[in-house]
C-alpha cells in the first residue's frame, strides 16, 4: 500500500472496492475523455502508456484524455516514494498497473458507449460543516468551495454530476491496512443512494496539497487545533470508516443539494487545450545568511543525489531531461472547457494559496481545478511556504515549480473564450 512513511505491513483485505471513473464527450470534431480513479498517483509515463492503448481502442486524441489521482492514501502503491527504499531502488509492482490500465479503459469504452445529447450547468457552494483543516497553518481559516457540474439529457432529466472539492484522502490512518477508497468512496455511494442508482457521479480532487480531512469535532475551534496531530504519526489524530462516511456523504448531500438548483443548457463549445512545460528543478538563494547559504547547498547536494539515482530507482519515472545544460522536469497542463465551465489540470499536489490564484484570474467563476492530473511531480508551494520548511519541501524537486506551473495556468486561462 502507498501514501505512508509510517505504515507497517502489507494489505490484509478489501474494504471497499477502487474504481475508475469516467466521463466522455464529443461536439463536432472534439472528443475527450475525462477519468478519476481511486489511487494515490500515477506517473505521467504510464499516463501516456494508457492513453495510447485508449488512443488505440476508442479514437480519442490522447492529448485529450485526463487521467486524474484523487489521492486516495489507502491504495496500491503506485508511486513508490513514500518508502525511503524508493529512493534507491525500484520498487514498483508493474503487476499493478494491469487491472488499472484494464478500468480505465473499460470505463471510457462504456462512458462512449452511453453518450447521449446533453446540457450541461455548473455552480458552486460552501460547506456546512468544517471539513477541512490547514495542516501547516491551523489557524488559517481555509476553505474549499463544493463545486457541481450537473449533466442533464435533453428532457432535463439528471444523469450524472462532476463533483470537485480539496481534502486529502487520509481520513484512514497509516495504522489501516485495508484497500478503501476512503472518503471519496462514500461520496459515490451516497449519490447513488440518493438518486436511487439513476445519477452517476465522478470526483476531481482540487488543489488539497495542504489540506487534511478535519479529524476533531466538526465545530472545533481553530485556536484549539494541535497542529503536532495534523501529521500521520503514532501520536497524530486517528481517522475512522465512520469519519469517512461523515466527510464524504457531506460532501454527496450539499453537491446533491446544489445540483438541484443549477440551470443545465444544450452544449455549445468543447475544447481541450494541452501544452509540454519544463520546470526548472534547480534551487535559488534568497538570502546571504549562513542559514540560507547551508540551505542552498543542502539542496544542491540532494538535486545531485536525486538525478544520480534516477535510473536505478522510482524516481525514473520522474521525466527529468536536460535542456542548454540546464535540468528540467518534463511534464504537462491541460484545460478542459464545455460551454463556460472550464477544469485546469495540475501535474502535482498543489497549496491551496497557489489554488485560489488561479482561480482568482479565471475568466469564468465556473472553474474547478484538477491536481494529480496526468502527473505526480511532487509537492508545488508558493516562494513564502518553501522558505518555512517542512516535510513537504522535501517531497518537492523545485522551489520555483509552483509560481511556475500557476504561470502557464493563468496565460492558459487568459486566452479562452466565454
Known amino acids: 500500500m502507498g501514501g505512508y512513511g509510517f505504515r507497517k505491513g502489507k494489505s490484509i483485505g478489501v474494504h471497499d472496492k477502487l474504481y475508475a471513473y469516467a466521463v466522455y464527450g ?20 504510464h499516463v501516456n502508456k494508457f492513453r495510447k492503448i485508449i488512443n488505440k481502442k476508442t479514437g480519442i486524441p490522447q492529448k485529450n484524455i485526463l487521467i486524474h489521482c484523487v489521492h486516495n492514501h489507502s491504495g496500491p502503491d503506485t508511486v513508490g516514494l513514500t518508502d525511503i527504499k524508493g529512493f534507491f531502488i525500484r520498487t514498483i509492482n508493474e503487476d499493478y498497473f494491469k487491472p488499472i490500465e484494464k478500468g480505465i479503459l ?28 490547514n495542516r501547516r497553518e491551523p489557524l488559517k481559516d481555509s476553505k474549499y468551495k463544493i463545486g457541481v457540474v450537473r449533466i442533464d439529457d435533453l428532457d432535463g432529466i ?19 491496512n485495508y484497500i478503501t477508497a476512503d472518503y471519496i468512496g462514500y461520496i459515490h455511494k451516497t449519490i447513488s443512494k440518493i438518486s436511487k442508482n439513476k445519477v452517476f457521479s465522478i470526483y476531481f ?26 501529521y500521520d504519526s503514532p501520536k497524530g489524530a486517528k481517522g475512522s470508516f465512520k469519519r469517512a462516511y461523515e466527510i464524504g456523504s457531506s ?8 445540483s438541484k438548483k443549477i440551470q443545465t443548457n444544450p452544449i455549445e463549445k468543447i475544447d481541450v487545450i494541452s501544452k509540454d512545460i519544463y520546470i526548472p528543478i534547480k ?76 482561480l482568482a484570474n479565471s475568466p469564468t467563476d465556473k ?40 504561470n502557464k495556468i493563468i496565460k492558459l486561462l487568459r486566452n479562452v473564450n466565454i
Open 26 to 45: 464529443k461536439k463536432d470534431d472534439k472528443e475527450f475523455a475525462m477519468v478519476s480513479l481511486d489511487l494515490l498517483g500515477l506517473f505521467n509515463k
Open 106 to 133: 473499460n470505463a471510457i469504452i462504456k462512458a462512449k458507449e452511453n453518450a447521449v445529447p446533453s446540457k450541461v450547468g455548473a455552480d458552486k457552494t460552501e460547506t456546512e460543516k468544517r471539513l477541512i483543516v
Open 158 to 176: 439528471m444523469r450524472g454530476l462532476i463533483i470537485n472539492y480539496a481534502c486529502h484522502g487520509t481520513v484512514l490512518p497509516s495504522d489501516n
Open 205 to 230: 480532487n482540487g488543489t488539497c496539497g495542504d489540506l487534511n480531512p478535519n479529524l476533531f469535532d466538526f465545530n472545533i475551534k481553530l485556536e484549539d487545533i494541535d497542529k503536532s496531530k495534523l
Open 251 to 258: 460532501i454527496a448531500k450539499t453537491a446533491w443539494e446544489l
Open 283 to 358: 534551487n535559488i538563494l534568497l538570502k546571504h545568511d549562513f542559514k540560507s547559504l547551508l540551505s542552498y547547498t543542502l539542496s544542491i547536494l540532494r538535486l545531485k543525489l536525486l538525478l544520480s539515482l534516477r535510473k536505478i530507482s522510482n524516481l525514473s519515472y520522474y521525466n527529468f531531461i536536460k535542456i542548454n545544460n540546464e535540468w528540467k522536469l518534463k511534464t504537462e497542463i491541460q484545460l478542459f472547457q464545455i460551454n463556460d465551465i472550464l477544469f485546469p489540470t495540475l501535474p502535482g499536489e498543489f497549496f491551496l494559496n497557489l489554488g485560489e490564484k488561479i
Open 367 to 406: 472553474t474547478f481545478l484538477v491536481e494529480l492530473a496526468n502527473d505526480c511531480a511532487g509537492y508545488f508551494f508558493s516562494l513564502d511556504d518553501f522558505l518555512e520548511g517542512g516535510y513537504e519541501p522535501s517531497m518537492s524537486v523545485s522551489p520555483l515549480g509552483g509560481t511556475y506551473v500557476v
